[in-house]
Nanobody, 112 residues
Framework: QVQPVESGGDLVQPGESLRLSCTAS????????MDWYRQAPEKQRELVAT???????SYADSVKGRFTISRDNAKKMMYLQMNALKPEDTGIYFC??????WGQGTQVTVSS
């Protein structure tokens, strides 16, 4: 059973930074394509960032220049560094593996 586990969500003020983490107990973490999605209240779920097994990285336009996705396959970890956070970044952030294994999510709230 592939079960990603996210952590790092918190309540922060606009302009602050936060780093989310994702891990999974799998033998071949490096072979998975990894995504971060977010679900904001009353909005459609949004693909935030992707880091494929081949090293391809992409971002949603709304976070380009502010968010950075990274992974450490040896540690079986994926990260999302979020800088210059805005209230519209508020939502539940999900780690997704191979577009089909979803974590439970971690809540990020950006508010003054």
């Amino acid at each position: 059973q592939v079960q990603p586990v996210e952590s790092g969500g918190d309540l922060v003020q606009p302009g602050e930074s936060l780093r989310l983490s994702c891990t999974a107990s799998v033998d071949t973490f490096s072979r998975y394509d990894m995504d971060w999605y977010r679900q904001a209240p009353e909005k459609q779920r949004e693909l935030v960032a992707t880091f494929t097994r081949w090293g391809y990285i992409s971002y949603a336009d709304s976070v380009k220049g502010r968010f950075t996705i990274s992974r450490d396959n040896a540690k079986k970890m994926m990260y999302l560094q979020m800088n210059a956070l805005k209230p519209e970044d508020t939502g539940i952030y999900f780690c997704v593996m191979d577009s089909k294994y979803w974590g439970q999510g971690t809540q990020v709230t950006v508010s003054s």
